[in-house]
């Protein structure tokens, strides 16, 4: 058993945390070393990697040029988490040194916008699609967002550390967080009882927000935890994840920034629709690129 703990009078930061992570956190903010961010040829830079909070950019990006938003072309560059995003070009683009983070160049000055949420909502008012105008709608659709940004850290800083991370497992830790995500697929599910969306019958940045994390897992994406949970349950979930996990802009959204899996859905940085069909790393690995 775990020796107790008793905190200390006032904590110092003495050793590493310990787990996956424990490399790259510490208890300060600002750059570690300087290093311009690239820039490339459209309206809007991105700057992120394929976890669950960069996919809801990447889809918001294909979904809009789905809808036939030209202005809304962009480039997706690469920051690996492993002390890339404390590189001086990202922090002064996201003082808070996490991804995804968003140069907007389209207007007379340069626009920075960091926080997923924060960058699925411009970029919504901005092209006027998938936020309601009416104010139920908007009023709906915005709840649902926040309650994403609120929620997610118990999934993922909280159950998916404990569960998949931590350098020890926790019982109390797992149980705690377990019992919250599993109320929070609760709280969805009976949401997607009434209604085929979360705001309603209509698609929105509300889904994009949710669905990769609660839709990766309710289909036993995230953290091996799908049998733990017993995500299988959560049959509206399933239904709803299903269903935006068939959309041709979430399947190519999911592919930008992606390091990990199958080859031929790793699109490493995306410049160009074409290079869905060139540059995958399958691709380039076949080029011997």
Partial sequence: MTEPYTPLKVWTWIKPSGGRFADI??????????????????PFQLYSLATPNGQKVTIMFEELLALGKTGAEYDAWLVRIDGGQFGSGFVKVNPN????????????????VFESGAILLHLAEKF?????????GRAETL??????????????????HFYAYAPEKIEYAIDRYAMEVKRQLDVLDRRLAEVPYLAGNDYTIADIANWPWYGGLAKGLLYGSGEFLAVHEYKNVNRWADEIGKRSAVQRGRMVNRVAGNPATQLHERHD????????QDKLSAAGG
């Fill in 128 to 136: 006027g699609a998938l936020l309601p105008t009416d104010p139920a």
């Fill in 97 to 112: 040194s996490k991804i995804p983070a968003l140069m907007d160049y389209s207007g007379p000055k340069p626009i920075r």
């Fill in 273 to 280: 629709a074409s290079d869905f069909e060139t540059k995958t």
């Fill in 143 to 160: 709840s649902w967002l926040f309650w994403q940004m609120g929620a997610a850290p118990y999934l993922g800083g909280g159950f998916g």
């Fill in 25 to 42: 956190n510490r208890p300060i903010a600002g750059p570690t070393h300087d290093k311009e961010l690239p820039r490339g040829k459209h």
